[in-house]
């Protein structure tokens, strides 16, 4: 098992926690799983019903909640086919479903669910969602 850490920024959601991982092994798989916010408290049969929601609403992605309480979003790719333009993909695939769920993430993720001020500058990875322009009309299936 190989496994890379990265941050990723959407258009709203910024300091997106990332983990690509690969399963080397013949008929292995590169997933990539993003930390979507910090563990779950209370309401978490209310997440867990929104979770299974966005299961059936985003194509190509899945949904569940880390062993520590955290809920994530993971997309996977067959390693031994995945080319470089797919896990790009991917990547924004995974930056895109979370500026989509933004605000019924906030609660999770901020204290009163308020994000803090926008601090300004160039987002991460504007290269990296302009390399797929018609991707986020196709999230939803």
């Known amino acids: 098992m190989i496994a890379w850490d990265l941050t990723l920024d959407g258009e709203r959601r910024r300091d997106l926690k990332v983990t690509l991982i690969a399963d080397p092994q013949p ?3 590169l997933i990539v799983w993003g930390h979507l916010a910090p563990p779950l408290g209370d309401g978490l049969r209310k997440a ?39 896990l790009s993909a991917a990547l924004a695939r995974v ?11 906030a609660a999770w993720i901020w204290i009163g669910g308020t994000p ?15 390399a797929h322009p018609g991707l986020a009309e196709r999230l939803e299936g």
């Open 48 to 86: 867990y019903r929104s979770l299974l929601e966005w299961n059936d609403r985003f194509t190509f992605a899945k949904f569940g909640i880390a062993p520590d309480g955290r809920p994530t979003l993971a997309v996977e790719l067959p390693l031994e086919s995945a080319r470089d333009e797919d």
């Open 116 to 130: 803090p001020a926008e601090p300004g500058g160039e987002r991460r990875n504007r290269p990296l969602l302009a």
């Open 27 to 29: 008929g292995g798989a």
């Open 95 to 105: 930056a895109l479903i979370a500026d989509r769920l933004f605000d019924e993430t």
